[in-house]
């Protein structure tokens, strides 16, 4: 554990084997019946806590097979859930690469809705990839990634930071508490951006709008991330929206970025780039007045994304300022019309 609180709370959970309950307030039911999700996003101190055989996830993460758990996800005092589920590893890269491997927790529909939340009944959560600070300060980037996002964009996944804590009922009954944050729903999206997902496995970029592509490509450039593709949507959704004539991408799964630096990120040999921290524009060539226009909206974002991440609360100090120093060299180029003219005029040749 990298800090003295976190080893007190873990003595205080031990001693509350073998379920650990957030306090004595049982959560009113939710009116209007909104989801899980929908719930912890606008709460704070969010914990989830779930009691299962943790050495059987991990030897079997290849499988994603479901096995019984129970979970307790309390926001400050508030008991929301406490209810029988089922978790099972998921992730393509991550639970090849990661000790922790990424989870998905699948309640009843009918529990949920006794407690009061509609029936989107399955959370995804990303836990921290190691064990200790390394391991937390890559979940905190990737937040934190997600955060800039958002002020970029409402056509974005949201994300709900947690704290984790795994009561382990195997053999092997060391507990853990890791940092981590659940993504929203799919179908949550969509629905918030009145839309659907197609269910489709490739995707030309012509068939994407291009005003949100191209912010997109400058926001993955800002962060170093070339860990995405439209062709085969790798690690991004498209969502078909009634106001617009073609699809909206919405990325997610920042964790090859050059700003969260994973230890076991390493860019795709065809881009000659000899590290991740390396950023690689992936976006269309534009015009001189495009990539003008394009230099404009995040230079008059970059205040918000500095202030943002300096002020992010589920990070460390060491963090704060790594995210903010890479931030801040994105924005020295674009201070720079030449650079960014050419940065911006080279892109793909998409088809």
């Not at 499988?63 to 393509?92: F, K, P």
Request: charged share 25%.
């Amino acid at each position: 554990m990298r800090n003295p609180k976190h080893l007190f709370v873990a003595l205080v959970l031990l001693l509350h084997l073998p379920f650990y309950s957030c306090g004595q307030e049982k959560a009113e039911p939710v009116a209007g019946a909104l989801s899980l999700f929908e719930t912890l996003v606008h709460r704070d101190s969010v914990t989830v806590t779930i009691d299962t055989d943790w050495g059987r996830i991990i030897r079997k993460k290849m499988e994603e097979e479901y096995q019984r758990a129970h979970v307790i996800i309390c926001a400050g005092a508030d008991t929301l859930v406490d209810l029988d589920a089922q978790v099972a590893s998921r992730g393509a890269v991550r639970k090849q690469v990661c000790f922790n491997p990424p989870l998905k927790l699948k309640f009843g529909k009918s529990d949920l809705r006794n407690l009061g939340f509609d029936g989107h009944h399955v959370l995804k959560l990303v836990m921290q990839c190691t064990m200790g600070g390394g391991g937390e300060s890559l979940a905190e980037k990737e937040m934190a990634a997600y955060g800039l996002y958002r002020i970029l964009t409402p056509q974005s996944f949201r994300i709900r930071p947690i704290r984790l804590i795994i009561l382990n009922k195997g053999k092997n009954r060391e507990n853990n508490i890791f940092d981590g944050f659940i993504i929203e729903p799919e179908k949550e999206l969509a629905d918030r951006m009145q839309g659907q997902i197609p269910k489709r496995e490739t995707c030309s970029v012509l068939m994407v709008e291009r005003p949100q592509f191209n912010r997109m490509a400058v926001f993955q450039y800002m962060i170093g991330n070339t860990d995405w593709a439209v062709a085969n949507l790798h690690n991004l959704k498209v969502v078909k929206v009634p106001e617009y004539h073609k699809l909206i991408p919405v990325p997610y799964d920042f964790d090859y970025a050059g700003m969260v630096d994973a230890h076991y990120a390493v860019p795709t040999e065809s881009l000659d780039i000899k590290s991740v921290r390396e950023r690689r524009y992936l976006g269309f060539s534009c015009s001189e007045e495009d990539a003008d226009k394009l230099a404009a909206e995040f230079l008059a974002k970059k205040q918000e994304f500095l202030a943002f991440c300096n002020a992010f609360p589920w990070a460390e100090d060491r963090t704060r300022r790594s995210v903010v120093k890479y931030l801040d060299d994105f924005f020295e180029e674009l201070e720079n019309p030449r650079q960014f003219r050419y940065v911006f005029g080279n892109g793909i040749n998409h088809k």
